[in-house]
């Protein structure tokens, strides 16, 4: 695994998506379906392990029918 700068920014962001996601109404395979990426990606998202990229939080963003702004104020 690469070495990580923040891990805990990126634990932090992890369990607000996981937040918004179950608010949401979808489980990880929903939102990995509906925003078009591997569902092992988004368990390693919500738990701090990766740092995704711009283009896949948009598209997590748009899956959660929410803005990238609200996705990102945690």
């Known amino acids: 695994?690469?070495?990580v700068r923040d891990r805990k920014l990126l634990t932090q962001?992890?369990?607000?998506?996981?937040?918004?996601?179950?608010?949401?109404?979808?489980?990880q395979e929903?939102?990995?379906?509906?925003?078009?990426i591997p569902i092992n990606q988004v368990g390693?998202?919500?738990?701090?392990?990766?740092?995704?990229?711009?283009?896949?939080?948009?598209?997590?963003a748009k899956a959660l029918e929410s803005d990238l702004s609200h996705l990102l104020d945690f």
């Open 1 to 3: 695994m690469t070495k």
């Open 13 to 27: 962001f992890g369990k607000h998506l996981r937040k918004v996601r179950i608010a949401s109404g979808l489980s």
């Open 30 to 36: 929903d939102l990995a379906n509906d925003s078009d």
């Open 44 to 60: 390693r998202i919500e738990r701090g392990e990766i740092n995704p990229s711009l283009s896949t939080l948009n598209s997590i």
